[in-house]
């Protein structure tokens, strides 16, 4: 972390210290210099003055001692004493003056307090000094210290003819001395704090003046820098326009006409970049305007960019997909806009992962109604892809969104879905109608168009009153339909709706009920009778539809290869039958046994006659439980005799509810497994010594396994014992009484007594049955049955 | 690569076709099937394979729930949607952590859905 500091601040505080420190150098220096020479000084001083007042003492005693002489020799006592005191009374340095004799007898003690001389006692000195000077052979001195100074004894002896008569001493005290060199001292102080002191203030002064003088000068040398920076600072904000003028005679002056350039062909380049990315951005939009196809892009926290092609705006109906939100765009419920959120970051984890197509299954919208004129209720269908945009670095920045107009190819889907959903009722339209006898068809066709007539008749009757009430209102007559007039047309109408049921024909089936609908509500006094009048008028003319629809599909199958049928009354051809069988017939010939064989099938019946009730009743069951079925007759042309079943009946019904009800799934789960509508088979064969009645169906067929887990619930198996049963022995565990693996007890099928009364029948008529089922495949049940007492070569 | 699956389905017929495919055609042991989420997190627990497909309509607990609380106990489980269900729930599975889907119908006579599905099952050991 560097903190600024100005190139200026910088020059002056460099230079600040530059001069202070040089300054404080010299000071030191010269301080030091000063200190030593005085101090020199001071002790040349001092060894001058010492060695004057040495020289001044050992001259004085000198002296003394020798001018002593001639006194001493003559012991002239009072001519030596005048002479020190006087000696000491002239001179203020020396403190004292004595004179002793050999003996260290003092004649004379001057000094300062003792002017006059005159010892005290006349005892020898005894005092180291006076030892010291009683022992001298020559001048001598000796220096020592008082509390006052110091003081140097100069001692002589006074010697005559060699010998020596006393000693002549002088004390000098050093206190002058020292006072001149304490003087000296303290000039030689003076002297050097004076120098101090100017040098201190010549420092200051130049420190003042250097600052005045750097600061301009740094001022001066580092505006124009600022400026440049200044310059650059709006520059590097992107602003390239503004012109670096800075005119300077040294290298900033270079640097800021350099930088000029420099700005100048910045300023070219980015403004030749930015024509070029206007360019671009320009042909991007060319492009995206001519797709025919809405696209726009999102980013991954879903909001839309700026970019999209003209097209999105009218597909998703908005005046500028950019300033909208997704949700707008895609028409979010809450729902879906959470979902889609929940979508977004399930591509940004595992969009590495996951092929795309699987991921993008996963948005919540993949196509959108939009209503386009409210009041038409007009809708338009735009389907919604998503694509995968990549940055440069290769990772997913963005997702594109495309929106298709898909309103022409829907309605067009719609429409082959009710194509081909009537197509599919018409196929099923036509099996019905082949699969019923041509007799059966003309009476329902005759029943249904006379009650129609009946409906219709009435219902115009009753349209033509009510209006002709309203015409004279007020002064009308109250018409009320009767609940007795409503009950005979809802009679017709329901009976129309049951037969057309049990044929099949759903469309019918279906028109009779809303019909039925509607004449409850003319029931009701409340209701605005001409209105419901007016549904029921339309919904007949449905029926008609359907019942015109039916005309024609029997004009097509039965049309063509039309018989020629005779009525006689059956009581005349069982006569014949009987009278033919009364024909003795062991020696017959050829011809006589034929004539016996027709005569014998006169009553014979079409194998769909005679299942025609377990048709019914499949469908009906179907129509119950909401099952998809078709059932089919193998060979359901040939002639059979009328009893050919008759004794398997209630196995029959029990078998076919039970592959209705347990065999056929219902339809979403047979979606879910692909299959299409569910199939019931049932044929029969007939052989020389037995007759064959298969019943099959392509449903869920049989789970064993289940069955095995009851019989072992009921305590009927153990676990052991299940585990070695054989494929024939699992098939007769369906014959147990009370094992039924239905789910649910319906109340068609399912409290598992059925299977073993079948068996049970089936053995009582020396038959048998056989399963055969595949889980998730169908089931079939084998019927073998001996022949009839009837003759069956045909 | 350990190819070990449990199939979990409440149609037993489906749980046929889809094993027979695994076996036979994707080279997997099928180490057992279940009916339910209860079944799926149980036998996950147990034999923990290398990957588990779950139907989500099933009775007791659901393909959903089963899904999260195998994740929460093993976030490093392969799970496999096989469902006939569209939409958000679907979405959310992935969310929960599922790592791929296949849809019913199973039609396994369409080269387009064997593709898919065989595609879906090798991206997770890729």
New interface residues.
Partial sequence: MRTFVSIRTKLISNTMILIAVTFALLLSVITVTNIISVNKNIDKSKRSIRNALVAKGMTLAKNNSMAMRGMAEDNAFSAIQPLVSSTVAEDADIVYGIYMNRARIPWVVASAENPSGIPENRDPRTDSLSQWAGGIDQLSLREYRTNHSGIIEFAAPVISDDEILGFIRYGLSTRSMEQSIHDAQIDGKATRNQAIFIILSMGLLSLGIGYFVIKRLATKITQPIGALVNSSKVISEGNYDTIVTLESNDEIGDLASHFETMRGTIQRYTNHLQELIDEKMQQVNDILDNIDQGLFTINLDGSVNQEYSSRANRILRVKDVASCKIKDLLRFDT?QEA?FY??L??VQK?HN???WP?LAK?A?VQEIELITKPDLAELEYVSISYQRIYDKSGNLAKIMVLAMDETEKKLKDFQMAAERLKHENDVKLILTIANTPAEEIAEFTEDTSARMLNIKRAIDTHIDSVSKQRDTFPNCIPYTITNQAIDLIFRDIHTIKGNGGSYGFEMLSHFAHQTESQLEKLRDPQERRDDVLLVIKELIFNMDGCIADIHKKIQLIFGKDEEITIRIPEIRIKSIIDISNSIVSENADENTARLIAECTMLCWKPLRTLVRKYQKLALQVARKLHRNIVFTVVNSQQLYPEDSVSDIDEILIHLIRNAVDHGIEAPE?R????KGVGRIQLSLSVSETKRIITITDDG??I?Y?QLIERCIDKNILTPQAASTLSAQEKQQLIFISGISTANDVSQISGRGVGMDIINHKITSLNGSIAISSE??KGSSFVLTLPLKSGIYSI | MDKSVVIVDD????I??IVDFFQNKLGFTVLATGTDGNDAVALYKKHRPSLITLDITMPNKDGATALTDIISEFPDANIVMIS?VR??A???C??AGA???VE????FSDSHFID?FE??IN?IFS
């Fill in positions: 729902k979902s929940t979508w970051k399930l595992r992962q996951q092929r699987k996963l919540p789960v979606e879910e497994l692909g869920h067929g789970d396994e889980l998730g | 149609s037993k017929f489906l046929k076709q006939a939409g958000d679907m979405l959310e992935m969310s790592k791929g889907y019913k119908p199973l039609k898919d595609e879906t991206d």
